[in-house]
């Protein structure tokens, strides 16, 4: 139970907005998966996954085997693509029927000697190439090793070969994005030609779907674009704002000139105010770095500047000119030029941002 009044709002139709707008710029036939690791970029994990279900989504991925076992316990069918499942956990994920990416020639034969040991037939597996990233994968070297194992065993079915672009939303590294493309075509040939029958293949993520036509192959990864969000300020307004983040005021305190305000007198006022403090903090994943007035929130349509020191529980706003009272709804962001600013105060992406906030705020569809 959680009856926190600080609220994350998913807004579901903004979801669907941009899914069709990725959609859009896909050719005929073109699968899409929906990336639904780290809770759903920070979002919901279940209610992400059932609407995105409902939407036709053709496949879900996560990073770790628990977040698969997630869905799978909320009676999500879609397949679900485990991108770094862990050798300890293959039994545990065959057993959720999920897909593990295998990466290494170690991770590869283990499953193999599991599958076999399982007696299981054709069970879905993923294979990923590396091709300039070196984080995860095998190399386009590794090809007849894999091709040879696959064809001598019947406890695994390849499902997709994928790989991953470095920088796939930096414009000044287009000739390297091209030649991971070229790299992954390659491999892709040499495993249609050979392996008797056709895996999806696939290589783009959001950045990708839009610079790299040439790379959706015949399914995309679709991750961040999903709460709005581009390498292109420009095509940020093509699409809609998914979360909001909503608190209330707690108190509100009239400082004389001179006072300070929080932790380490971390503000000091420099003349008659009025403050209100909200129930948010660096705990809930309000960074201590959107302090000391590098960020501001939205009281009854005014801005209020976040004074002084973040704390763990609560903040500090300055409302002088602000009429409110304790209970008034605040606004902590509801834009995507919110969420980037936030990104902007504390020197990091969207990506972090929208990920940082934890269990204790509540989440919810509308
Ligand atoms: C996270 C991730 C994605 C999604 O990337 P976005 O930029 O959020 O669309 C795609 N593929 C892999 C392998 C990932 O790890």
Do not use: W
Request: hydrophobic residues 40%; negative net charge; charged residues 20%.
């Amino acid at each position: 139970m959680n009856n926190n009044p600080t609220v994350l709002e998913i807004d579901l139709s903004s979801i669907e907005h941009n899914l069709n707008f990725f959609r859009s710029k896909l050719q005929k036939g073109t699968k899409v998966l929906a990336v639904v690791k780290a809770s759903a970029y920070g979002s919901d994990p279940l209610i992400l996954s059932h609407f995105l279900e409902q939407q036709h989504v053709d496949y879900f991925a996560v990073a770790y085997t628990d977040e698969g076992i997630t869905l799978r316990n909320a009676g999500i069918k879609t397949p679900i693509l485990v991108l770094h499942p862990q050798i300890s956990n293959l039994e545990l994920l065959i057993e959720y029927d999920l897909e593990p990416n295998l990466y290494s020639k170690k991770i590869f034969l283990d499953f193999l000697h599991l599958s076999n040991r399982l007696k299981l037939t054709a069970y879905p597996i993923h294979i990923k190439f590396n091709t300039g990233l070196n984080r995860l994968g095998f190399k386009s070297s590794d090809t007849d090793f894999l091709l040879e194992q696959l064809k001598n065993q019947d406890s695994a079915y390849l499902s997709s070969i994928f790989s991953h672009l470095v920088a796939s939303e930096d414009g000044n590294e287009s000739v390297y994005s091209i030649n991971q493309i070229k790299a992954f075509k390659s491999i892709a040939d040499d495993f249609t030609t050979s392996l008797g029958y056709q895996p999806v293949m696939h290589m783009s993520n959001t950045s990708g779907i839009i610079n790299y036509p040439e790379a959706h192959f015949n399914m995309v990864r679709l991750g961040l674009g999903l709460f709005g969000f581009t390498n292109d300020p420009k095509l940020n307004s093509s699409l809609k704002n998914v979360l909001s983040l909503k608190t209330v005021i707690s108190q509100i305190h009239q400082i004389d000139m001179g006072q300070s305000v929080g932790y380490n007198r971390g503000f000091i006022s420099q003349k008659d105010m009025k403050t209100a403090t909200l129930p948010i903090g660096h705990a809930d994943g309000f960074f201590r770095s959107f302090g000391q007035g590098m960020t501001s929130v939205e009281v009854n349509g005014h801005k209020a500047p976040v004074i002084g020191n973040v704390c763990m529980d609560m903040i500090m706003i300055d409302v002088t000119n602000i009429q409110c009272e304790e209970g008034d709804q605040v606004i902590i962001f509801d834009s995507q030029q919110d969420i980037l600013d936030l990104a902007n105060a504390a020197s990091t992406i969207s990506y972090e941002i929208l990920t940082a906030f934890t269990s204790r705020i509540r989440r919810i569809s509308i």
